[in-house]
């Protein structure tokens, strides 16, 4: 069975960096092509923050440009997501996604980062 855990949410205070993990189990992480990170606020939209590609191609929304950097090392079988530069209204819940070749998709449950000003 495919599985996606996300990890290293927290509380942490305005300016401040935390990484988040997703790590994948039952399948290798090559599994996937592009993975992303999303994000939602509370009382708002899940939306998608960052992507990377099989080949280590990133895209970022707007909102993160500059700050955040998602990476994978397919070796461990884990997509990281550094955030630096953190702010108040990145507070929220990020979730990880796999999506296969065959266009299905896998999700994590979620880990909450929580920026204090």
């Known amino acids: 069975q495919v599985q996606l855990v996300e990890s290293g949410g927290g509380l942490v205070q305005a300016g401040g960096s935390l990484r988040l993990s997703c790590t994948a189990s039952?399948?290798?992480?090559?599994?996937?092509?592009?993975m992303d990170w999303y994000f939602q606020a509370p009382g708002k939209q899940r939306e998608l923050v960052a992507t990377v590609s099989s080949g280590g191609s990133t895209t970022y929304a707007d909102s993160v440009k500059g700050r955040f950097t998602v990476s994978r090392d397919n070796a461990k079988n884990v997509m990281y997501l550094q955030m630096n530069s953190l702010k108040p209204e990145d507070t929220g819940v990020y979730s990880c996604?796999?999506?296969?070749?065959?266009?299905?998709?896998?999700w994590g449950r979620g880990t909450q980062v929580t920026v204090s000003s």
């Open positions: 996604r796999g999506n296969t070749p065959w266009r299905t998709f896998y």
């Open positions: 039952g399948r290798s992480l090559q599994f996937f092509n592009a």
